[in-house]
């Protein structure tokens, strides 16, 4: 009975592609927000940018699952497939957020210490980028792919750093306007939460290496 039900299950899909695809949403989500911030301009086009690769990754991830369900073959461990989609998922959510916040808040100007976070994001991603697809080729490319993802657990402690820094900033420049100090402290835990789940992006992408390398 089991080997009939096998025989009608697929038995591949294309879990690398589908990867491959949700990380290109992600670099392109952390390029919007890095310009939203950098450039210090309206950031409407920007926001529209994040919403519409968040949809995109949305239905990737909606892909991949229901492969997951449906394929009787995975390149990994069921359960490492789904962690490294979610994980890829967080991190263009917590993108989304942090969009969503600065529209909200409608924010024009940022400080020092967001730039840098939002250009370390967006180097994280490009890094978590490169690395997805070095997984087709596990065995020969694991020690490229952990070169790629201990750099960005290096940003996101640098990047632990620049929130500090700019929290603090921010508390003895605005101990007497308590809105503003809220406000920037809204927007450094957005965006320390992206740099956070881009790490952890990084530790699944580890621990898959080390399980199947």
Do not use: C
Not at 18 to 31: K, S
Not at 66 to 85: C, H, K, N, W
Not at 164 to 193: C, N, S, T, V, W
């Amino acid at each position: 009975m089991f080997n009939w039900f096998q025989r009608l299950l697929p038995q591949s899909a294309d879990f690398f592609g589908m990867f491959e695809a949700h990380a290109a949403t992600v670099v392109a989500a952390a390029n919007a927000l890095q310009t939203m911030v950098e450039e210090q301009t309206p950031p409407a086009e920007q926001i529209r940018e994040i919403d519409k690769r968040e949809h995109e990754a949305d239905e990737i991830i909606r892909q991949v699952l229901r492969s997951v369900r449906q394929t009787f073959l995975t390149p990994f461990d069921r359960g490492a497939v789904t962690a490294l989609i979610a994980a890829m998922d967080d991190a263009i959510d917590e993108m989304q957020s942090t969009a969503r916040a600065i529209d909200l808040y409608e924010l024009t100007t940022f400080e020092p210490e967001m730039v840098q976070m939002a250009g370390m994001i967006a180097q994280a991603a490009q890094l978590t980028a490169e690395a997805i697809p070095l997984l087709r080729d596990i065995s020969r490319k694991g020690a490229r792919i952990h070169v790629l993802t201990e750099k960005v657990v290096r940003l996101e402690g640098d990047a632990d750093d620049a929130h500090a820094d700019g929290l603090k900033k921010a508390f003895k420049r605005d101990y007497e306007r308590p809105m503003q100090f809220i406000i920037a402290r809204e927007i450094y835990k957005h965006l320390e939460r992206i740099t956070d789940a881009l790490e952890d992006v990084a530790n699944v992408i580890d621990g898959i290496v080390i399980d199947h390398a």
